[in-house]
């Protein structure tokens, strides 16, 4: 499955003071993100009740950022203003995906998994990765099940052994996907 152009990495929650500050849900775990002078682009999230809200997107430059690591508290230079910051609200911040950081060998994007033909450890196919969920221990990933059904598998070395995105698959240990839904 061909990698996103845009990934998420945060949404903008609500305006924070008079200034034009935002509160943001970051969506990512690399420090630097909401760093000042690191770029990011908001587009609206949802479409409005009279009909599809323009979908470009604008260019927000960090300024400044202050608060707690998991919600932050942002000002960008472009918005000067409480009323400009609560133009703002609900907006997802994004970033080319071509931006994002090299990952060691052994570390994977979730973006990257979705789409991967999943095998055993005999070679068949069972089926292929739908989705990738955070656990407070580690991703699970779903897969759905040739056979019909899902199976959750816990995205750690004992169970997913191999992940070769050049060839397009991951395998499974026996004894992680069954035949049915979990």
């Known amino acids: 499955m061909a990698r996103p152009e845009w990934i998420e990495v945060g949404r903008i ?12 849900t970051p969506d990512s775990d ?7 002078g690191s770029v990011v682009y908001g587009r609206p999230r949802l479409v409005g009740i009279a009909g599809a809200r323009l979908q470009e997107q604008v260019r927000l430059t960090v300024e400044s950022v202050r608060g707690d ?15 400009a910051a609560g133009a703002l609200h ?10 994002l950081p090299e990952l060691d060998d052994d570390e994977f994007y979730p973006f ?7 095998r055993d450890g005999h070679g068949a196919v069972v089926g292929q990765v739908s989705d990738v969920v ?13 056979s019909g ?13 191999v992940v070769d995105l050049v060839e397009g698959y991951l395998t499974i240990e026996s004894g992680f996907v069954g035949g049915g839904s979990t």
């Not at 955070?134 to 040739?146: M, N, R, T």
């Not at 059904?149 to 052994?161: D, I, K, L, R, S």
């Open 90 to 99: 609900g907006y997802v911040l994004e970033v080319r995906s071509s931006e």
């Open 134 to 146: 955070e656990s407070p221990a580690h991703a699970i990933v779903i897969v759905a099940l040739a």
């Open 149 to 161: 059904g899902e199976a959750m598998v816990p995205f750690v070395h004992a169970a997913v052994p």
């Open 13 to 24: 929650t609500r305006p924070h003071g008079v200034h034009g500050e935002v509160r943001i």
């Open 30 to 36: 690399n420090p630097e993100r909401f760093a000042p």
């Open 69 to 83: 690591d998991a919600f932050p508290i942002v000002a960008f230079r472009e918005i000067a203003d409480r009323d």
């Open 112 to 118: 990257d998994l979705i789409g991967l033909e999943v």
